[in-house]
């Protein structure tokens, strides 16, 4: 079975800091995506990424970087964290890249609280 | 931009009865996914549609798939209390690098 692991299953952190969510996953998949699940307003995408260094701008990309520098790891960066980026953040992987897909897989989920 | 819709967005139905989830998304796409997800928790894969006139089965759950009406559905066959979550369905673009999910049903099964 595929494995999406995120490093942290809750966070607080301040308002103004950089906050790093990192993700892993196990089975060499190349589709990668980070998105948050809000009340009343449903789950929206962030960022996909389809490979090594390429990355596409979900619905909501304002006040989010990510990183993937290597297949299995996709980082979501909030380069200053505000109040209203807090959320439960969700990252999932499929295997077959650009144009392919063959099912996403998610992790446990982070959530993260700014104070 | 592409629009998923689920209805109904509450559902409430006794154990033992049948019932229809809905999915109807906006644009053009052959692939259609089926999650559940129980509160505080993520997303489990339910189906994965990748054709047009796809059905899969799993227990008493059943999805479909009409691309050319640009409908899926998720049929609940003999509810048993277990069922009770949020059911999504999502699309992706045909391009691949968007991903969208609909606005999720909420299942209660009453005994």
């Known amino acids: 079975d595929v494995k999406v692991t995120q490093s942290s299953r809750y966070l607080v952190k301040r308002t103004g800091e950089k906050v790093f969510l990192e993700c892993v996953q196990d089975?060499?998949?190349?589709?990668m995506f980070w998105c948050r699940q809000d009340p009343g307003l449903g789950l929206r995408l962030i960022y996909f990424?389809?490979?090594?260094?390429?990355?596409e701008k979900g619905d909501i990309p304002e006040g989010y970087s990510v990183s993937r520098e290597k297949k299995e790891r996709f980082s979501l960066i909030l380069e200053s964290a505000s109040t209203n980026q807090t959320s439960m953040y969700l990252c999932a992987s499929s295997g077959g890249g650009l144009g392919v897909n063959y099912g996403y897989t998610f992790g446990s989920g982070t959530r993260l609280t700014v104070v | 931009e592409l629009k998923v819709e689920q209805n109904p967005l509450f559902l409430s139905m006794q154990e033992g009865k049948n019932y229809t989830i809905y999915c109807n998304y906006s644009?053009?796409?052959?692939?259609l996914y089926w999650y559940r997800q129980d509160p505080g928790k993520s997303l489990e894969s339910l189906f994965v549609?990748?054709?047009?006139?796809a059905v899969k089965q799993e227990g008493r759950l059943m999805a479909s798939l009409d691309t050319k009406a640009r409908l899926s559905t998720l049929h609940i066959t003999a509810a048993v209390h277990d069922l009770s979550a949020t059911y999504f369905c999502a699309v992706d673009s045909n391009t691949g690098n968007q991903f969208y999910f609909g606005t999720g049903t909420s299942l209660t099964v009453i005994p």
């Open positions: 990424s389809y490979d090594v260094k390429m990355k």
């Open positions: 549609l990748l054709s047009n006139g």
């Open positions: 644009t053009t796409s052959d692939r």
């Open positions: 089975m060499d998949h190349e589709n």
